[in-house]
């Protein structure tokens, strides 16, 4: 038993001096899984004899050459599972004889502090365990530390510790006064650790008087390093970020909380909502101090990544200490727009020579509907990936012609979001900037000259010798507008409208000639054009350089001219041609296209002649100035002076001005109305839609009107009624809200709400006429059922909520979804407030291709079934029943007739009504509603409302002369369809008339019971009167239904039977 003491999983907590004294002929000592965390030296004295000793598992931190004496012959040592991280050189000089050794702890780091261990091993012919394996550093993780070189041991790198903690580590929100307690801890690396305190960046030290405690840092078992700070009394100021920052030889690493500090009497900031380019943001109400977090919006399939954080981070946003909102911080969030996440896309991309052409066609892609942009990153974003690509130009000169298209689809976007482009990150100048660096950058003795045009930029540059330059002259111009026949040149007074968005032939182009020609631009000579902007550059434009420059061997200069359509990439901080500048309904703005011209290569001193420029006007205006683009305008943004340029002449349409340096020039008068692009944002409709839609609208509420107002005198069915008022309201909803709101694209919100009223009501006109024709095929096709015994009353009427179900909700439906997936869907489609095209497809065209060929089905059965055999047989004797089961005529409750006006034919158009068309005499009634015309009235509403919609649809979407021919055609179908509405349904109804002529809701004579009694035998002998569903046949005389019978026709007026009630064999 003296051979071998087990004392393992005893809880021992420590070794004192002497501890195995006695046990000399010991050769193995087990004490692992125990709690020891000190060993005293000298506590194995006694143990001579000792080959093996196991501390495996243990609390053990600190080891030292004292602690392992009196083991001269110890072969074996495992003190694995411990706590310490590194061990100090000579720890095992007090163990000759030890052959193996096992140390590897959750903690082991293999830095310099080992590097002693590998040497020393091989001189005393110690073998490091397999299971000896590095926890740190990173790099060398579970590689066993018998296995590793010198120079793998080494302090580099990032400071990396096994421990290091602060408590409280979480933002802690605490009142004036309070006590707050820190504790720091981190792994103690040896002599050099130190624990450091910060507020805010700034060190803290122990000040009573200000309520901070710092104790001094303790050193637990040789492996942590702890320090204490308390606030004993938090003052406002405590306020901030705490840092504990832990510093060694090797670097620094820290630990932050975050400390709000409120008083008594804290302040609050309101929930507010916030809607941007990044999401819709709901702030909720906040404690003034506290910084609130809100999730991004997530986008599952987009593979953009973010700068500075991961899709689906926060949105940040304080709330100071005064209650009030900073702005907050949205970076980490991803565009809901597509277009800008796209854009944002090539932004971060890597540009190189390689690719630099295929990521510059895919970008002018998405610029040629620059029109429809919304946001001003999208300038912005376009702006930045044509200044990177100009670096490329000199090896890839196909970029050339890809930049200049870029810049003249940008000059379309909306000029609001041109200007707070400019202001957040000077896009407009750097395009600008960019695109007078071309020529410099291109130009080679090897390509003498470039010519590039597009839209609204072209561009012309010359490699040039200063000594043979004898002055050039280039005229900007276009090609006059196509499909004009005889179209007459352009005299005095005449505006070419150059500001409008020019067709495919009309590109700007540059036509230079050397020399001073006498150029005019009311008399350019190339046939079918006009010219826009003509500059003569003198002679002498060269005869101020220096005499070095001057010289037959001087090198060689770039003359760049470029020609912008407008003024819109002109924009800075303070620039007077933003809206709203200068007064109400006046600003000072560009009236021309601006010019440039200048050099690169070699400088251009002060001119001896200036410089001769003529521009044509594209807008009216008042007193005339000639400026230049100075660059180094408000917030360094660039801006308009008339320093070196003054205006020589002004006619109503041209413009000449002389300037006494190169750059951008340009005319700037003070406009009273802005002329727009056709088509954008805001531009009103063609005159002749307002008067239409309005005599539409009349035609539309009259019948509306009068059929509520004089409902108990015309002959209609409840549900015809029904039909017809929400048929004329839908197509008057549609016509109204699409004239008065279809080009407000200048507000979103109500620009959204005219794309979602425009949807629905849309869908839910045509539903109703699709319905419309449902009913008036199953009144040709019905049957009446013949008449069961035991019927004493008719069976209730349908409800009319199946109606509203299918004509009402079903489009309600398909908006909410449209509208709740993506908004947006209802704005992005500048210049008109519609659908963009991709929902559009499923929200509005799909459905409404279903609908139509139902409806047209219909109208196909039906027209079919009224030229068929049986049409044919049953005419002059009946026609179909119309009237749903127990459905009563729209009148008052006691039953009325109609002597020789038209019965009620259920028809859906011809008098909104269901009812029955009881042949008779022709002087009883005129054909007008019968079956066929009945279906005649619904086609052609039908189809006049299809026209206006579609012409209505061309007259916002086209240009020029279709933009007119399809506003004039929407006119003509309004006009129409408002008119055929209200003639059918109102002027030639004799039930419509009649309250009209006696000016009361309707006529009303009375006649004797017995009179009248006699006429109604008479009648039903004579005629043959079809039963409504609810059959009287078989009534008891002197039953309710003759009751009802005699009052009707007491009621009645000229002595004259309502159709359609009772048949011949009736008995009254």
Known sequence: MDGARLLSNNKITGLRNGSFLGLSLLEKLDLRNNVISTVQP?????????KRLDLSNNRIGCLTSETFQGLPKLLRLNISGNIFSSLQPGVFDELPALKLVDFGTEFLTCDCRLRWLPSWARNHSLQLSERTLCAYPSALHAQ???????????????????????????????????????????????????????????????????????????????????????????????????????STVQGNTSKKVEIVVLEISASYCPAERVANNRGDFRWPRTLAGITAYQSCLQYPFTSVPLSGGTPGTQASRLCDRAGRWEPGDYSHCLYTNDITRVLYTFVLMPINASNALTLAHQLRVYTAEAASFSDMMDVVYVAQMIQKFLGYVDQIKELVEVMVDMASNLMLVDEHLLWLAQREDKACSGIVGALERIGGAVLSPHAQHISVNSRNVALEAYLIKPHSYVGLTCTAFQRREAGVPGARPIGLGQNPSPE????????????????????????????????????????????????????????????????????????????????????????????????????????????????????????????????WWSQEGPGGAGGWSSEGCQLRSSQPNVSSLHCQHLGNVAVLMELSAFPREVGASGAGLHPVVYPCTALLLLCLFSTIITYILNHSSIHVSRK??????????????????????????????????????????????????????????????????????????????????????????????????????????????????????????????IPVALILLITWIYFLCAGLHLRGPLAQSSKGVTSRVSLDQGEELRGSTRLRSSGPLLSDSGSLLATGSAGVVTPGPPEDGDGLYSPGVQLGALVTTHFLYLAMWACGALAVSQRWLPRVVCSCLYGVAASALGLFVFTHHCARRRDVGAPWRAGRPGPRRSASRDNLKGALEKESQRRSYPLNTASLNGAPKGGKYEDITLAGAEAAGGGCMKTGLWKSETTV
């Open 42 to 50: 000298g506590a194995f004295l006694g143990l001579g004899e000792l």
């Open 720 to 845: 015809g009624w029904h039909m017809l008022l929400n048929l004329c309201f839908h197509m008057a909803m549609t016509s109204a809200v699409f004239a008065g709101g279809i080009t407000l694209t200048n507000y979103q919100m109500v620009c959204q709400a005219v794309g979602i009223t425009l949807h629905y009501s849309s869908l839910s006109t045509l539903l109703w006429m699709g319905v419309k024709a449902r009913v008036l095929h199953k009144e040709l096709t019905w049957r009446a059922p013949p008449p069961q015994e035991g019927d004493s009353a008719p069976p209730a009427p349908r409800p009319m909520l199946r109606f509203y179900l299918i004509a009402g909700g079903i489009p309600l439906i398909i908006c909410g979804i449209t509208a709740a997936v993506n908004i947006h869907n209802y704005r992005d489609h500048s210049p008109y407030c519609w659908l963009v095209w991709r929902p559009s497809l499923g929200a509005f065209y």
């Open 144 to 246: 066993a530390l018998g296995g590793l070189q010198e120079a793998q041991l080494r302090c580099e790198g990032a400071l990396e510790l096994h421990t290091h903690y602060l408590i409280p580590s979480r933002r802690q929100v605490v009142f004036q006064g309070d006590r707050l307690p820190f504790q720091c801890s981190a792994s103690y690396l040896g002599n050099d650790t130190r624990i450091h305190w910060y507020h805010n960046r700034a060190p803290v030290d122990s000040d009573e008087q200000a309520g901070i405690l710092l104790a001094e840092s303790l050193i637990h078992d040789c492996t942590i390093i702890t320090s204490e700070l308390t606030l004993s009394h938090i003052g406002v100021g405590a306020s901030g970020e705490w840092e504990c920052s832990v």
């Open 500 to 627: 409008l968005e020019p067709l495919a032939d009309q590109q700007l182009r540059f036509r230079c000639t050397t020399g001073r020609p006498n150029i005019s631009l009311s008399s350019f000579h190339i046939k079918n054009s006009v010219a826009l902007a003509s500059i003569q550059l003198p002679p002498s434009l060269f005869s101020s350089l220096p005499a070095s420059l001057a010289s037959p061997v001087s090198p060689d200069c770039t003359l760049q001219l470029l020609v912008f359509r407008n003024g819109r990439l002109f924009r800075s901080h303070g620039n007077t041609s933003r809206p709203g500048a200068v007064g109400p309904g006046k600003r000072r703005g560009v009236a021309t296209p601006v010019i440039f011209a200048g050099t690169s290569g070699c400088g251009v001193g002060n001119l001896t002649e200036p410089v001769a420029i003529s521009l044509r006007h594209w807008a009216e205006g008042a007193e005339p100035v000639a400026a």
